[in-house]
Every structure is written in C-alpha cells, then in structure tokens.
C-alpha cells in the first residue's frame, strides 16, 4: 500500500518550512524595516503588514523573540529557492573510486589499473586502491604491501598519498587523492569497480 503524505497539521493548517501571518505565536517579534530592527507586539506587526497588503514572514526563529519582515511570501519563497538553487550548483561532490586487486595480479592487468586510476584523479576524484588476501595469501600480505606501494609510485605525478596502506581484516587499502587538492574531512561517496 502507498504512503500519502499528511499535508496538513494538527489544526488543518498546511504544513511549511516559514510560519507566516497568524502562525506565528509569540506575543512580541522583531521586525526588521527599511529603518533597522524594533521589538513590537505581534498583534502591532500583524496589522502593519495587513495595512501594506503584504504577509508577516518569519525570516529566522531566534532565542528571545522570532525575527520577522513585512514581505510579499510567494516572491519570498521564489527568491529563497533560487538562492539554494545557485548554491547547490556551486557545490562539488568528492567522490571515492575504488580499485579492487589481489596480490598476484598480472603486469598488463596492473597497468591498467594504474591507467584507470589515473583518468580518476584527472576528472578530480579520490581513489581507493584496495587488496584482498584469500586463503594463504593472508601468510604474504608484504608483497600486497610492496604493490600498494609500487602502485602509488607508478601514478605520482598525478596523485598524493591521502592515506597510506593499511591492513583491515583481509583487506589492505590506500586512498589516494589529485595533486593540488586539499584533504576534506565531508562524506563521501564510495563508487567501487570489480577486479
């Protein structure tokens, strides 16, 4: 069965991210004008933006008192959405690009795991190269180490060594991030590529 969403609150009122009007309950705001900022009664403001036939728009919800303005709320919301709108396009999301490989992985094989790599951090992503042992060879992990480390020298010119090798479980992983970008401590996303 499908969910529907309630689109509206306990009193019949329709749900919305800024209260307008007479939603707003506090007894006193802070109304922000041309003039600067003023504490007044909410019954005071509610007729100042009636007589301007205009709504009372909550900009921001304070500690003390609610900070309003005397605006048109359709233009208000059209503006607020274009800003985040502009906002997000500035945005970049850093991406993780997972190389999988096991220790006794062929020389042609290795290369082109370097190329793909490589064409990763080009278009401005990190990679993490990671190494699963099976059965036996977890007795060998310093040969995975000796190709984790052969692997990041083989792409230096394009790459940094973000986090060096280390060894989890039956998986030893590096993550290696483009020259000339700083590490960033945001969440990232893990986009892994089969063996």
């Not at 233009?75 to 997000?88: I, L, M, R």
């Not at 190329?115 to 099976?134: I, P, T, Y």
């Not at 692997?151 to 060096?164: L, M, Q, S």
Request: charged share 40%; with cysteine.
């Amino acid at each position: 069965m499908r969910k529907i969403k309630k689109r509206f609150g306990k009193h019949g009122r329709v749900f919305r991210d800024t209260r307008i009007n007479n939603e707003i309950t506090e007894e006193k705001v802070r109304l922000i004008t041309d003039d600067g900022a003023k504490l007044i009664s909410i019954e005071e403001a509610l007729k100042m933006s009636r007589e301007s036939g205009e709504d009372l728009v909550e900009i921001t919800k304070s500690k003390d008192w609610p900070i309003v303005k005397i605006i048109d709320y359709g233009k208000y919301k059209f503006e607020k959405a274009k800003k985040d709108k502009e906002s997000k396009k500035k945005q970049k999301v850093i991406q993780i690009k997972e190389i999988k490989m096991g220790p006794k992985i062929d020389v042609g094989d290795f290369e082109r795991k370097c190329l793909m790599a490589k064409n990763f951090l080009l278009e401005g992503d990190n990679v993490k190269v990671s190494m699963r042992f099976r059965g036996r060879e977890m007795a060998h992990t310093d040969l995975g180490l000796e190709k984790l480390q052969n692997f990041a020298k083989n792409i230096e010119e394009d790459a940094v060594v973000e986090k060096p090798p280390s060894l989890e479980g039956r998986i030893m992983s590096m993550i290696l991030r483009p020259k000339g970008k700083k590490s960033q401590d945001k969440p990232k996303q893990v986009e892994s590529i089969p063996e």
